[in-house]
């Protein structure tokens, strides 16, 4: 776990440029295993504020679902505004204006819920992020995806195909989903591609939306660059950022 007290800490106490931006995963780097925020995390989103350092939360998450409560309420936080959410498909400024959304070509969604409910998909589940909630057609490992407490899963007869941020395949096991991941890249276009944040879960999303671009649009905006943020993660999804 590459953790945000330990990360940030080590930056604070190193000579050089200030950071003025800290944009920080979630999963894995500035939340438990248990997805809060412990202590330590807590400290450090107190020490980095009273620093005058922004605190960015960047994550494959939704900006919605029972970790809003747990999370994102944290009084340096903001209630998650600004923020990057759905692996920079979604974010929002300080005021809590949305930035610019991305969404997954329809043909891509189209062919991905076919593949989904064919034997090859056999043993996995799938859910689609549409707006705030994850929407799903059949409930497989659909209660791993809740105990995140990300979007709240909502089963439906059919998804659509517009306005999809992004889909995620649910697999037993991470061994399973690298076995199944050059079936799924076979189905793409120009217009998306395969991520993951977390062991057994691909992401569909759409290309060239990343943390990193939405981070680049809120520097932008500041009138800050690069060399004026950290970037701390621990998953394929945040390597465009560091």
Known sequence: MLALATTASLALSLGGPKVKV???DCDGTMLTPDHVLSPAASKMLHTLADAGVRVVPAT?????????DAVLTHPILNNGVPGVYINGCSGFTEAGDELAATHLPPAVVTRVLGWAAGAEAA????????????????????????????SPPRAVAEIGTDGVYKMIVLCEDDAIAQRL???LEVLLDAGAELTQALPGYIEVVPTGASKATAAAALLDRWGLTWSDALAIGDGQNDVPML
Do not use: C, M, N, S
């Open 22 to 24: 800290v944009f920080t």
């Open 123 to 150: 043993g996995t589940g799938l859910v689609a992020y549409v707006g705030d909630e994850a929407l799903h057609t059949q409930p497989a490992f659909i209660e791993r995806l809740a105990a995140l407490g990300d």
């Open 60 to 68: 494959g998450r939704a900006r919605a679902g029972a970790w809003t």
């Open 181 to 183: 991941r050059p079936k």
